[in-house]
């Protein structure tokens, strides 16, 4: 029963910046890993970041120094700011959770996902 919900996505420039939002609806315990993806027309998905409920945090090499993850315990609500955006970002941003675990693996399964937001950038 928990959702994921995502917002602010939207238009820039090349070198503008957005901040992601996903809200987590239903769960508010510690044992998560949330992960934001993207996917381009005709690209396989990809990870972006990763926090895990302990706090842990990993970055793909393509968005690592551009792009920070974070989450608001108060809200339960999780951040992706995305900085010095290329073209090359243009995608749908998905946020995903696998619930029942305080961290994340390379094995996650995450069964919970967002119905994406669009990220375009000029």
């Known amino acids: 029963h928990v959702q994921l919900v995502e917002s602010g996505g939207g238009s820039v420039q090349s070198g503008g910046s957005l901040r992601l939002s996903c809200a987590a609806s239903?769960?508010?315990?510690?044992?998560?890993?949330m992960a934001w993806f993207r996917q381009a027309p005709g690209k396989e998905r990809e990870g972006v970041a990763s926090i895990g409920g302990n706090g842990v945090i990993s970055y793909a090499d393509s968005v690592k120094g551009r792009f920070t993850i974070a989450k608001d315990s108060t809200k339960n609500t999780f951040y992706l700011q995305m900085n010095s955006l290329k073209p090359e970002d243009t995608a749908l941003y998905y946020c995903?959770?696998?619930?029942?675990?305080?961290?994340?693996?390379?094995?996650?399964?995450?069964?919970?996902w967002g119905q994406g937001t669009q990220v375009t950038v000029s």
């Open positions: 995903a959770a696998e619930l029942g675990i305080n961290y994340c693996r390379a094995t996650s399964q995450f069964g919970v």
């Open positions: 239903r769960y508010t315990s510690q044992y998560f890993c």
